[in-house]
């Protein structure tokens, strides 16, 4: 052998696993209307005072405009909001729903093909949204109103079960617990026991009010009712939620354990939101609640070819 020359190595053949991908979740219906494809559910905030500045579209043009955007950017449903989800000035039902209602029968006339949401926590408004328009209503306040969801079964819309821990709407949580039950193989996941027991309480009583199971969505509602090491642990634990069998919404865009764990300002929060969001998309999260629905979109869509669940939009690369 010269003295250049290497000696020939045995490889042996790489033995690569199977895939195992995490469960996809569960599909959304509403109306007879299946999104096959994680969705992006776009924020419009009828109100003057939401955490992000970004998201106070109380003028009517303003408002439109987000719309027209969000459909454009690729949104399949819409959540308009009349009141801030944190503590602030009283907005009355009577506010609410002149901030909301025309809006919405304004948005289903000039959208036929959006998706309508809207953010309430009472049943008075979830009402005439519903007779606006409305195809599903985003109870954030974990039936803080057991009527909305009984509207909801009356018109067979759709309706988001949430937890807060038991908080009153328009609260900070302030020192809250989630002790782990015995035998709990990690501490932290008293939090991850007490939302799925709400979560699948709430959905059995949707179900049983009338609501299709395929458009009763939960959402562990990061943030209320929480801290943000509670928000973290229930984000590595989404497929422990997105395995309860109804559709999955996450809320996670630019909230507060975004910015306390990165230490940024609501502003600045865009890339975390990103993170949270694909890894949320991988574990089986359904439906994204987002400000920036470009971003978000681009997302899942790249979370989905990853998951081979659809293909590249243009894939010429090597084959030309």
């Not at 996809?24 to 003057?48: E, H, W, Y």
């Not at 928000?231 to 989404?238: A, F, G, K, V």
């Not at 681009?298 to 084959?319: H, K, N, S, T, W």
């Amino acid at each position: 052998m010269g003295a250049d020359e290497q000696p020939a190595l045995g490889v042996a053949p790489l033995d690569v696993p199977p895939l195992d991908l995490p469960p996809r979740g569960s599909a959304l219906v509403l109306r007879g209307r299946a999104l096959d494809r994680p969705a992006v559910m776009a924020i419009v905030n009828r109100t003057d005072d939401s955490f992000w500045a970004g998201a106070r579209q109380l003028d009517d043009g303003a408002a439109l405009a987000a719309v027209a955007r969000a459909a454009d950017e690729g949104a399949e449903i819409v959540d308009v909001g009349g009141v801030r989800a944190g503590t602030g000035p009283e907005v009355t039902v009577a506010e609410e729903v002149r901030r909301v209602v025309p809006f919405v029968a304004r948005v289903r006339a000039d959208f036929p093909d959006l998706l309508v949401s809207v953010d309430t926590w009472r049943s008075e408004v979830a009402r005439e949204a519903v007779a606006a328009g409305a195809d599903l209503l985003n109870d954030t306040w974990a039936g803080h109103d057991p009527r909305l969801v009984e509207v909801a079964g009356e018109h067979g819309v759709g309706v988001v079960c949430s937890h807060t821990g038991g908080a009153a709407p328009r609260t900070d949580p302030v020192r809250v617990t989630y002790p782990a039950r015995p035998g709990a193989s990690d501490p932290r996941d008293g939090v991850v026991q007490d939302v799925v027991a709400t979560l699948r309480g709430a959905a059995e009583r949707a179900v049983a009010c009338g609501v299709p199971r395929a458009s009763v969505l939960v959402d562990p509602t990061h943030d209320f009712g929480k801290n943000t090491w509670h928000s973290l642990h229930l984000l590595r634990r989404t497929q422990v939620l997105a395995s309860l069998g109804f559709p999955l919404l996450m809320a996670l865009s630019r909230k507060d354990f975004v910015g306390e764990t990165l230490d940024l300002p609501a502003d600045d929060r865009l890339e975390g939101t990103l993170a949270a969001t694909a890894l949320a998309a991988w574990l089986g999260a359904r439906v994204f609640r987002a400000h920036d629905v470009a971003a978000t979109r681009r997302v899942l869509d790249m979370v989905a070819a990853v998951r081979d669940e659809q293909p590249p939009a243009a894939a010429v690369r090597g084959l030309a």
